[in-house]
Every structure is written in C-alpha cells, then in structure tokens.
C-alpha cells in the first residue's frame, strides 16, 4: 500500500485558481467515495476541508471544492487568498487501511 | 464540543515502547472510530490504526507488528502503543476522530504529540 500521489508543490497568483491533484489506485481513491482533504498549518493539528469527495464542512468556504474522475481527486480552490499558503493532504479509504497523499505545500505569488 | 486531548512520553530510546493514550471529551464515544496518526518532522502523514468501542482494530500493514491500539470505554479514552521503536519512528503523532457509517474521515484531532527517539 503506497501513498497516494499528490505534486510536491503548486503556486498561484491572488485571486487565481489552484488544483492539486491526488492520485491512487482502484482499490483507494477509486474504489470508494471516502475521499477527504486537510489543510495543515505549520505546527498545527490538520483541518478537514473536504469529506466524501466534494462535501464541504460547515465554515469551510465555498472557495474549497473538491472533484474524482477514476483513481484521481483533486481539490480546487479559487479565489486565491494569502492565508491560502499552507500544506494540503488528500486521504482516502481502502478498506481495511487508510492512505494519505504525501502533501502538497501551495505558494501564494 | 468535542475535543481530543493526548499524553505521553516524548522522548525514548531506541528499542523501547511508546506509549499514548487520547481522551476525547463531549460527543458520543461509541459511535465514532478512533485512531492514531503521525508525522516525521517535514514529512507526511502517516495513518497507523484504529479502534472502535467493540475493541475491533486496524492497523497500518507495515507497522502491524508493532502496534496495539486499545480502548477504555468506561474513561472514554484511547490508547497506542508502539514496540521496538527507532530513530525512524520519530514523529508528531496526532489522535484523531473518525466518522464512519458510509463515510469517512477525521473530523476532530488532538494537539499532537512530538516523540523522540535517540540514545
């Protein structure tokens, strides 16, 4: 059982949209909609941003969206803000187990 | 309100056993999964198990023969230990709440907990 693939890094501009991706197998991402999505800042515990695929908590903005197509997710957030400018890790059941993505630190230019 | 809130040691020797227990305060105890994750300094994470209140447990294949997560209903408590540590083993480690029955994910967190391990 690998981690799930996410880029190391993504930037964007204020304003702008941003996707980063998380790539797994047909027996995680793409086999159950149990995909979620944390936002970490530095020293903190990670925050639940996006549950069962695309499915926003309450006091999550709307800026935060999430999206599968096969054994990939992805999580898209626009409106670029500089608070913005931490990690994300996608995590996704697989039965038995669970796999988190290996992180992606987003740059607000 | 929920919370999660975990103790333990901080600092071990190689070969010794870590040991962290995580309290959760407010909210149903056993309705909910429970669960441990970590983080080396800079890195990812890392889910290592889980526990519901039936004592059924889970665990990261490639720490499976280290790893005992138990559970103490009557304190609402959760605990992890860990044998045999390395400097490898080195991590924050986070407590952590799951809420399952057609759904999946980690809701609430402790504060996580940095243990160290060297001689």
């Known amino acids: 059982q690998s981690a799930l693939t996410q880029p190391r890094s993504v930037s964007g501009s204020p304003g702008q949209s941003v996707t980063i991706s998380c790539t797994g197998t047909?027996?995680?991402?793409?086999?159950?909609?149990?995909v979620s999505w944390y936002q970490q800042h530095p020293g903190k515990a990670p925050k639940l941003i996006i549950y069962?695929?695309?499915k926003r908590p309450s006091g999550v903005p709307d800026r935060f969206s999430g999206s599968k197509t096969g054994n990939t997710a992805s999580l898209t957030i626009s409106g670029l803000q500089a608070e913005d400018e931490v990690d994300y890790y996608c995590c996704s059941y697989a039965g038995k187990y669970v796999l988190f993505g290996g992180g992606t630190k987003l740059t607000v230019l | 309100q929920v919370q999660l809130q975990q103790w333990g040691a901080g600092l071990l020797k190689p070969s010794e056993t870590l040991s962290l227990t995580c309290a959760v305060y407010?909210?149903?105890?056993?309705?909910?999964?429970w669960n441990w994750i970590r983080q080396p300094p800079g890195k990812g994470l890392e889910w290592i198990g889980e526990?519901?209140?039936?004592?059924?447990?889970y665990y990261n294949p490639s720490l499976k023969s280290r790893v005992t997560i138990s559970v103490d209903t009557s304190k609402n408590q959760f605990s992890l230990k860990l044998s045999s540590v390395t400097a490898a083993d080195t991590a924050v480690y986070y407590c952590?709440?799951?809420?399952?029955?057609?759904?999946?994910?980690?809701?609430?967190w402790g504060q996580g907990t940095l243990v160290t391990v060297s001689s």
């Open positions: 526990i519901n209140h039936s004592e059924s447990t």
């Open positions: 047909s027996s995680d991402v793409g086999g159950y909609n149990y």
């Open positions: 952590a709440r799951v809420t399952g029955s057609g759904t999946y994910y980690f809701d609430y």
């Open positions: 069962d695929v695309s």
């Open positions: 407010g909210g149903s105890f056993t309705t909910y999964y």
